[in-house]
């Protein structure tokens, strides 16, 4: 996302991608007396029935076994081979956490513990994108919010050099000129926009605080504090909707930007990670992947990818001497759909080609 933080963002990305996958149990095998019968993580598709097979060999007063904190059931002096089958059906998808806890005579409590994906049982459609129209963008812009609000555009700008670059601003499609603008401090990283009611919310990357100004004049009215990284913004009509560089995507109360819900964004083959600028179009969340030329179309229901859109031409068109691709704006007005990219020269209006995979 910023340059200049890149290979730690990726070394902490592969981190905590290796980390699930060598999750150990809690104590050694010959301490504990029960284990479960797989040494890696398991993934399965939503709605497949998955086995759970453990093994008790010792004395266990209790054994309980928890998926995703939630406990699904427990056994009183098991023994022997044991299989559990989970509907997961009854989830979304994403990681969770499973886990036997098991308690002694003595009081002695021991756990092994795994990690289970469950995958999207569609696979995504491949999209394309033609340009449409062509017109000018400012190569100063870090864009990392875009959004059409009653037909007038407003983006929200980054700050790689911490320069205090960062701004709110109406800009004139036509020209790409500012109409009006409000700045950051340089000790503010400015990330995603979103226009709800007469308030543009405006998330930062580092600072933990949504930023709340008026639409009208671009006034400061308010703010939140969050934990966390922002990166993208958007709202379907009642709540905002908040990306952090993961796979995850939060739902907030504008009100009080309390977290309502969270996703999980995964295909049939995994999570889809670095999801940053987003929009919300008829009903879906377009979400900008990170360092990819490509957006993913995500059912905010379920997490579940629809779509993977391919921006490559759009990219060799627009890109010049800016950076990745970023920035998507719906106009409801008009229905049409733009596109644009930190400093790049060129914004796009652009159509979505829909095909199956």
Same mark, same amino acid.
């Given at each position: 996302?910023?340059?200049?933080?890149?290979? $730690?963002?990726?070394?902490?990305?592969? %981190?905590?991608?290796?980390?699930?996958?060598?999750?150990?149990?809690?104590?050694?095998?010959?301490?504990?007396?029960?284990?479960?019968?797989?040494?890696?993580?398991?993934?399965?598709?939503?709605?497949?029935?998955?086995?759970?097979?453990?093994?008790?060999?010792?004395?266990?007063?209790?054994?309980?076994?928890?998926?995703?904190?939630?406990?699904?059931?427990?056994?009183? !002096?098991? !023994?022997?081979?044991?299989?559990? /089958?989970?509907?997961?059906?009854?989830?979304?998808?994403?990681?969770?956490?499973?886990?036997?806890?098991?308690?002694?005579?003595?009081?002695?409590?021991?756990?092994?513990? =795994? @990690?289970? /994906?469950?995958?999207?049982?569609?696979?995504?459609?491949?999209?394309? #994108?033609?340009?449409?129209?062509?017109?000018?963008?400012?190569?100063?812009?870090?864009?990392?919010?875009?959004?059409?609000?009653?037909?007038?555009?407003?983006?929200?700008?980054?700050?790689?050099?911490?320069?205090?670059? !960062?701004?709110?601003?109406?800009?004139?499609?036509?020209?790409?000129?500012? $109409?009006?603008? #409000?700045?950051?401090?340089?000790?503010?990283? %400015?990330? %995603?926009?979103?226009?709800?009611?007469?308030?543009?919310?405006?998330?930062?990357?580092?600072?933990?605080?949504?930023?709340?100004?008026?639409?009208?004049? @671009?006034?400061?009215?308010?703010?939140?504090?969050?934990?966390?990284? %922002?990166?993208?913004?958007?709202?379907?009509?009642?709540?905002?909707?908040? !990306?952090?560089?993961?796979? =995850?995507?939060?739902? /907030?109360?504008?009100?009080?930007?309390?977290?309502?819900?969270?996703?999980?964004?995964?295909?049939?083959?995994?999570?889809?990670?670095?999801?940053?600028?987003?929009?919300?179009?008829?009903?879906? #969340?377009?979400?900008?992947?990170?360092?990819?030329?490509?957006?993913?179309?995500?059912?905010?229901?379920?997490?579940?990818?629809?779509?993977?859109?391919?921006?490559?031409?759009?990219?060799?068109?627009?890109?010049?001497?800016?950076?990745?691709?970023?920035?998507?704006?719906?106009?409801?007005?008009?229905?049409?759909?733009?596109?644009?990219?930190?400093?790049?020269?060129?914004?796009?209006? $652009?159509?979505?080609?829909?095909?199956?995979?």
């Amino acid at each position: 996302m910023k340059k200049v933080f890149i290979y $730690v963002l990726v070394a902490g990305l592969i %981190g905590a991608f290796i980390y699930p996958y060598v999750f150990s149990p809690s104590v050694s095998v010959e301490e504990q007396a029960f284990k479960f019968n797989f040494n890696e993580n398991l993934a399965i598709k939503f709605g497949q029935e998955l086995a759970i097979p453990f093994e008790v060999t010792g004395e266990v007063n209790e054994l309980d076994l928890i998926f995703g904190g939630e406990k699904l059931q427990s056994w009183k !002096s098991p !023994s022997g081979i044991i299989t559990y /089958r989970l509907n997961t059906s009854k989830f979304q998808v994403g990681a969770y956490a499973i886990e036997l806890i098991g308690k002694r005579n003595d009081g002695t409590q021991y756990s092994d513990q =795994r @990690l289970v /994906r469950i995958l999207s049982d569609i696979v995504p459609e491949q999209w394309s #994108i033609s340009i449409v129209s062509t017109f000018p963008h400012l190569e100063t812009s870090f864009t990392q919010g875009l959004e059409f609000n009653n037909g007038k555009l407003y983006e929200g700008t980054g700050d790689p050099n911490q320069a205090g670059e !960062s701004i709110v601003a109406e800009v004139d499609l036509k020209t790409g000129a500012i $109409v009006q603008k #409000i700045g950051l401090d340089a000790t503010h990283f %400015g990330e %995603g926009i979103t226009i709800l009611g007469d308030e543009i919310f405006e998330i930062t990357w580092k600072n933990q605080q949504c930023l709340v100004y008026n639409k009208k004049d @671009l006034k400061s009215i308010k703010e939140f504090a969050y934990t966390g990284e %922002g990166w993208g913004l958007c709202n379907d009509g009642k709540n905002l909707i908040m !990306s952090d560089g993961s796979e =995850r995507i939060y739902f /907030r109360d504008p009100k009080s930007f309390d977290v309502i819900r969270t996703i999980e964004v995964y295909t049939d083959q995994g999570p889809i990670a670095r999801l940053n600028e987003l929009e919300f179009v008829d009903g879906l #969340i377009y979400a900008n992947i990170w360092t990819s030329n490509n957006v993913a179309v995500v059912d905010p229901a379920t997490g579940k990818v629809i779509a993977i859109i391919d921006a490559t031409e759009l990219v060799r068109e627009g890109k010049g001497n800016g950076e990745v691709l970023n920035g998507i704006a719906y106009n409801p007005t008009n229905k049409k759909l733009y596109m644009t990219g930190k400093f790049w020269p060129k914004l796009f209006e $652009v159509k979505v080609n829909k095909k199956a995979a």
